[in-house]
């Protein structure tokens, strides 16, 4: 796009000089690998070692080598760093091995034998199995977190309602597949422990391993090498490679130890996306007004919490939408299964349930004979509203101008009659237009800043170079370059003039996680604040006109250098005034700004195969302030066909041991160019968000609204059901059969 400043980390990544974990290499390197356990839950009894072996030769840890607490240190310490005897699924880790010759690998752990012994009871594999009272409980009631949410009264609203429609909807796992499989690399460096790797969340990590290894926390140092892609998948799961690497390095005297799945191991053991069940009961009176939002919200957390009551809170506050309504009833709760734990994915949990809600809505509408858009229209939120949570919603954002843009755009009436025609018309396809309306929340939920107490700060060098500090992590969302157009902007210097330090424990402060859509609201306003610092330091001790070139602000960092001044400037997390949030009844203010948006789908059926194309996608959204033009459209582009992904191809199938079984890239489908419709993306920027200029996230956003709205376009074009996702060629051919009259 015109006018916008090129990536910070563009140049090294074209030209192939961006060094992540798998080019990282050090003098007496060791290559790591890790023996799991095959039954989903059960006991060890043994581990035994075959003699053939030279044992001397490689590096072996269990249970019995970690110096610290065997826990990985998350909302819970219940998972083990390594198994020592009970454990809840397959793919639990219990012997790490390390050799100088990567080869040596799988000749040791052939030659070493897990006597495991199951569970009395069968394991549990679905949510109606673990809220069963006659299965294995994996942890008491097989239920990690039951919230509610509750405004009004739906009973009393029952009694006079007029129409009322009711469906379930299920959405599967899914599964990251970022560019780099996960990995570690561990060393001993000047009596410290040092780690780096392809990671999100540095002090996630340095945390994980001060538990695990006992040591000082300035004894731990963790960096972050560049990272190809997250998603959210590499919140959590960097604790336990990085655990598992250190384990080896310190029993190896300090020699560096890299640890580095293959893309099989990755996709089989780290988490995915929560599966997830909706019962969605909606009542409007004749004229559309909603006068009840009834749901009953289950994830699959699987074996271990891990960050399920989080993904649950999110997942239960988007679940009534963005949508005006008295009554208001919506019950979550995350259950425990003998899955491998399932954990953060782009989204957080409000993909699904907003799937549920939006599908559920297409449904009302055909309940009342009320097109789509009519009724999404008659009921959505605007300034002055009270949201499903309690939030009052302040202007000056104008969602009916969102939605009015997004039917422009794509010609929306113009396309219900034409594919009406089509329909009629056609032997071989049928082709459907459907949306959705949706908002997602920025930052942690509720009272969850406060408690992370963010810092971030900037260094300036006497040339009157300034440097961002911060932990926030560049994973290919564009954050070196957001945050260093929103310091530029703050100092008023030109972009160029901006460097972002490497993320490393020993150098930035704790910003918190890069995840839930922060960044750019969070930590942009935390480091604009750090700015204004910096600016009033040099017009009080370095003589900085109040307005002034870039000359005269480098000449004034070298005399704030040249007197000894301080060069770095730290600031903290601001609470914004008012916001408030009762965690016990889920009412207040969750967020502190929402991005809002409507997405439109146009699809097409073959009615032969059942195989479903997306012809063309619409993306409008409400940002607040888009600070870099080219990020964000690639942001909402790249939520986009991941969304196509979730709705069309990614299917997930576990096997007998609830282990994934397709984790191959030639058996688990994403979407290629060729599967990517044009995608029209369109901002509207009214300023109201918390962040810099009133920014509000946008990361999460677009993970929301394509599922929904594809599923919507097939069901218009079909007449079908459909209410779960992926929807895959013989779903929707047994969708055809089963059909509405």
Known sequence: MKNAPLRKDGIEKVRGTARYVADVAYPGMLHAATLRTRLPGGTIVSITFDDHVPWSEYVVVTARDIPGINVVKMIETDQPVLVETEYRHAGEPVVLVAHPDPQALADALAAIHIEERPCAMPPVFTIEEALRPDTRRVVADNIYRDYLMERGSVIDAESDVCHVFEGEYRTGAQEHLYIEPQGMIARMEDGVLTVEGSLQCPYYVHAALVCVTGLPEGHVRVLQCATGGAFGGKEEYPSHIACHAALLTLKAGGRPVALIYGRGEDMAVTPKRHPSRSRVRLAASRDGRLRFIDIDFVIDGGAYLTLSPVVLS?????????????????????????????????????????????????????????????????????????????????????????????????HYHAKVEAYQRWNVQSRVSRKGIGLATFYHGAGFTGNGELALRSRAGLRVSAAGLVEILTSTTEMGQGMQTTLSCIVAEALRIPYEGINVARPDTRDVPDSGPTVASRTCMVVGAILAQAAGKLTARLHAD????????????????????????????????????????????????????????????????????????????????????????????????????????????????????????????????????????????????????????GAAGIGELPMDGPAPAIINAINAALGTEICHVPAMPEHILAAMDRRRP
């Not at 994915?345 to 055909?366: C, K």
């Not at 600031?571 to 916001?579: E, L, T």
Request: proline share 6%; hydrophobic share 40%; with cysteine.
């Open 314 to 410: 999110r997942g239960l506050i988007h679940a009534a939408g963005p949508y005006r309504c008295d009554n208001i009833r919506v019950r979550g709760r995350a259950v425990a299964t003998s899955h491998p734990p399932f954990g953060a994915f782009r989204g957080f949990g409000a993909p699904q349930s907003i799937f549920a809600m939006e599908v559920a809505l297409d449904g009302l509408a055909r309940v009342l004979g009320m097109a789509p858009d009519v009724l999404r229209a008659r009921n959505i939120l605007v300034p002055g509203d009270i949201s499903p949570a309690g939030q009052k919603i302040e202007g000056p954002l104008d969602m009916h101008r969102v939605v009015g843009q997004a039917l422009e755009a794509c």
């Open 542 to 693: 370095a003589a900085l006109p109040s307005t002034y070139s870039y000359d005269e602000f480098r000449d004034a960092c070298a005399r704030l250098h040249a007197a000894g001044g301080v060069t770095s400037i730290m600031a903290d997390y601001r609470h914004p005034a008012g916001n408030e949030w009762d965690e016990s009844t889920f009412q207040g203010s969750p967020y502190a700004s929402f991005a809002w948006a409507c997405y439109v789908a146009e699809v097409e059926i073959d009615v032969m195969t059942g195989e479903a194309r997306v012809l063309d996608f619409t993306a409008v959204q409400e940002v607040g302030r888009v600070v870099h033009p080219a990020v964000a459209a690639g942001q909402i582009e790249g939520g986009v066909v991941q969304g196509i992904g979730y709705a069309l191809f990614e299917e997930v199938r576990f096997g007998a041991d609830g282990q994934m079984a397709n984790n191959r890239v030639t058996n688990y489908i994403i979407p290629t160019s060729a599967d990517v419709p044009p995608i029209r993306v369109l901002f509207q920027e009214s300023r109201h968000g918390a962040g810099p200029g």
